[in-house]
């Protein structure tokens, strides 16, 4: 009887976990499963170019998956009973039972579209492939007509949102509507150089607005209305509840509580990375939400789970901010560097150095899930511990 590890979750933290696991046990002793919902990798960080009708590499999860152990499940996670260790997924408009002696949930974020009335029913967010196909068509027609975009939220998400409809279609009237000053938190250079890329796109910037309700044609702001044509929503992520309905230890965002280990501090045996963890530590009580907390804690749950399988103490996990990276549509960008705790320094990295320099670095990130590591130590075998225990009936 195999060890059976289940990973929920294909994107940016439960995909390399879920590889790099496989390469580090025996396969006729542990057998890995990524269940995820759709059968392409989703780059979240290339909606919005999606959405304004750029050309973006579309990868299948299977070929990421080439030449691993992992099997593959596309199918949706309705629910886990941690009791009976066992996960139900949807496929096919059938529901499944999948039994599991170690899970690692890494079932993401996103944009939060439930907390400001109207925003489900009148407004676009970037939550996927296909509603960036829908808000590119909107876009589309609408440039025809040199419309007006609003563009809520003042974070990384809508700023992004803004530069590049902005850039892509010139006739378009965009407006980003934040709650405070976006990117308020980069330090001063930073900001001022956001402020001159906006005036050069021709986005106006409406901070210190809140939006109380999304209509059709309208939004309703804390001080009147603002009329547009379309709405982009971009105000802030959100994790799933199934967490938090499972069982799961969750903080006040639902997200996961987790020890040094990436392990659940309700439940032994259960593992959350990514967005859907709050992992502590000196950097504070979570990480940011962002493709580097999956892109970390998915390649060190993978060592934590091998090592605690093959009867040896893991490391704790280790992290520092670096950079923030962030574009402004495909010909300029900038790069805030950070001090360990998040804090920005004073450099920065702009235009066109900057813009590439996120390319790389989202490049990096598709390499490390094809290649899980050349020098990884060689597969040890399970140690008593790591045996399966029998399962009930
Ligand atoms: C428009 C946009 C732009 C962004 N830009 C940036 C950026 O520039 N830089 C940056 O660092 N971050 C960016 N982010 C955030 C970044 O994409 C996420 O923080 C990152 O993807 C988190 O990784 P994750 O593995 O935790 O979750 P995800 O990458 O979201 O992976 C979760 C996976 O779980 C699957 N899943 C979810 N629910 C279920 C279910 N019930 N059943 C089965 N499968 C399920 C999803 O389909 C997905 O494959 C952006 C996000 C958006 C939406």
């Known amino acids: 009887m195999n060890h059976e590890v289940l990973v929920l979750g294909g994107g940016y933290a439960g995909l390399p976990a879920a590889k790099r696991l496989a390469r580090r046990v025996r396969a006729d002793e542990v057998s890995v499963t990524l269940v995820t919902a759709f059968p392409e990798f989703v780059e979240r960080p290339r909606l919005h170019q999606l959405a304004t009708g750029q050309p973006v590499e579309i990868v299948p999860v299977v070929d990421y998956l080439a030449g691993s152990a992992v099997q593959l ?18 496929r096919d408009g059938d529901e499944h039972a999948m039994r599991y002696d170690t899970l690692i949930y890494a079932l993401g974020s996103n944009i939060d579209t439930a907390h400001v009335p109207g925003v489900a029913e009148h407004a676009h967010s970037l939550v996927g492939t296909d509603a960036a196909a829908r808000a590119r068509v909107r876009l589309r027609a609408l440039a025809e007509d040199a419309g007006r975009v609003a563009v809520c939220g003042g974070g990384l998400t809508g700023i992004e949102i803004a530069a590049e409809v902005a ?33 050069r796109l021709g986005v106006t910037v409406q901070p210190g607005r809140r939006v109380r309700e999304v209509r059709p044609g309208e939004l309703v702001l804390d001080r009147g209305h603002l009329a547009n044509d379309l709405c982009l929503w971009a105000g802030g992520f959100r994790v799933p509840t199934l967490a938090r309905d499972s069982g799961l230890a969750v903080n006040g965002d639902d997200r996961a509580l987790v020890d040094r280990t990436l392990q659940s501090v309700s439940h032994p045996g259960v593992y959350v990375i990514g967005d859907a963890a709050a992992v502590a530590g000196a950097w504070g009580p979570q990480l940011a939400m962002g493709c580097r907390s999956g892109g970390f804690t998915g390649p060190k749950v993978a060592d934590v789970v091998a090592a605690r399988l093959t009867g040896r103490e893991p490391a704790p996990f280790r992290f520092r901010y670096l950079h923030e990276c962030i574009s402004l549509g495909r010909r300029h960008g900038l790069v805030q560097f950070l001090n360990a705790d998040e804090s920005p320094k004073r450099r920065i990295l702009t235009g066109r150095a900057a813009i590439a320099y996120k390319n790389v670095t989202l490049g990096g990130a598709k390499l490390l899930f094809r290649h899980s590591g050349p020098f990884l130590a060689r597969r040890r075998s399970l140690s008593p511990a790591g045996r399966p225990a029998r399962r009930p009936a």
Request: aromatic share 8%.
């Open 167 to 199: 850039e892509s279609f010139p006739t378009l009237d965009v407006t980003l509507v934040s709650g405070s000053a976006p990117g308020g938190w980069l330090s001063d250079r930073a900001q001022a150089y956001l402020a001159r890329a906006f005036d």
């Open 73 to 90: 499940v596309i199918g949706s996670v309705t629910a886990i009973d941690l009791d009976t260790r066992t996960v139900i997924v949807s």
